[in-house]
């Protein structure tokens, strides 16, 4: 004889609820794959586990906010200062790329616990001898550049503009070249990637803006 033991309904219920609860953590915890800034954050929670990082990753990602903060100050000005509009369309480009980029480089500090600094568009600030100093990027402006920039106007300010952030991101490049050559820097993959897309998007730049100089008929100053 096969006996058969009857599970209470309010057991069976009780069952039911668990398995349920189960799987929403599941999917809580398996939500799908992000993109977009989203998806770069969470990349680069990943990157902390799965590679290593080294003093220069560490102080590229931190000068890369200064470098970019004074960019988008160059960048803002251009609608209230008479900005021609390839000139207005290249610094949204500039504005809308650099702040996202920003958001990623100071969340891949915090993720590994470094120090996130304020975006400052003076430069990085340093600590020597107990005194913090700030130390410009290569290529970012100096206080006399950036009052010229600031001062002018129209065609002017667009050839101020264009020279200026030419050689702002030839010091953005520099600093990427610094990075690779720096003993077993570049291997966290969100930096490996960040660092080749500033460098490929900022050379194109580079040479775009040169021939925006040379439409308006200034002179496009060598490296």
């Given at each position: 004889?096969?006996?058969?033991?009857?599970?209470?309904?309010?057991?069976?219920?009780?069952?039911?609820?668990?398995?349920?609860?189960?799987?929403?953590?599941?999917?809580?915890?398996?939500?799908?794959?992000?993109?977009?800034?989203?998806?770069?954050?969470?990349?680069?929670?990943?990157?902390?586990?799965?590679?290593?990082?080294?003093?220069?990753?560490?102080?590229?990602?931190?000068?890369?906010?200064?470098?970019?903060?004074?960019?988008?100050?160059?960048?803002?000005?251009?609608?209230?200062?008479?900005?021609?509009?390839?000139?207005?369309?290249?610094?949204?480009?500039?504005?809308?790329?650099?702040?996202?980029?920003?958001?990623?480089?100071?969340?891949?500090?915090?993720?590994?616990?470094?120090?996130?600094?304020?975006?400052?568009?003076?430069?990085?600030?340093?600590?020597?001898?107990?005194?913090?100093?700030?130390?410009?990027?290569?290529?970012?402006?100096?206080?006399?550049?950036?009052?010229?920039?600031?001062?002018?106007?129209?065609?002017?300010?667009?050839?101020?503009?264009?020279?200026?952030?030419?050689?702002?991101?030839?010091?953005?490049v520099g600093m990427v070249e610094t990075l690779f050559a720096s003993t077993g820097a570049g291997q966290?993959?969100?930096?490996?990637?960040?660092?080749?897309?500033?460098?490929?998007?900022?050379?194109?730049?580079?040479?775009?803006?040169?021939?925006?100089?040379?439409?308006?008929?200034?002179?496009?100053?060598?490296?």
């Amino acid at each position: 004889m096969v006996m058969r033991i009857a599970i209470p309904r309010t057991i069976a219920a009780l069952a039911t609820a668990l398995a349920t609860a189960l799987a929403v953590a599941a999917c809580a915890r398996n939500p799908g794959p992000l993109t977009g800034l989203a998806g770069s954050m969470a990349q680069a929670k990943r990157d902390s586990v799965r590679y290593a990082y080294t003093r220069a990753d560490i102080d590229f990602m931190t000068g890369m906010i200064a470098h970019h903060a004074q960019a988008i100050v160059m960048a803002k000005w251009a609608p209230t200062h008479g900005a021609s509009a390839s000139v207005i369309r290249l610094t949204e480009r500039i504005i809308n790329a650099q702040t996202d980029e920003i958001a990623i480089m100071s969340r891949w500090l915090e993720d590994r616990r470094q120090p996130v600094p304020a975006p400052n568009p003076k430069g990085m600030t340093m600590m020597m001898n107990g005194m913090a100093h700030v130390m410009t990027m290569p290529g970012m402006l100096t206080d006399d550049q950036m009052a010229k920039l600031e001062s002018a106007r129209g065609v002017e300010f667009d050839r101020h503009f264009l020279t200026y952030m030419i050689q702002h991101h030839r010091g953005a490049v520099g600093m990427v070249e610094t990075l690779f050559a720096s003993t077993g820097a570049g291997q966290d993959e969100t930096i490996f990637k960040f660092a080749n897309d500033v460098q490929v998007d900022q050379s194109t730049e580079i040479v775009r803006m040169a021939q925006m100089v040379l439409e308006i008929g200034g002179p496009v100053r060598a490296p």
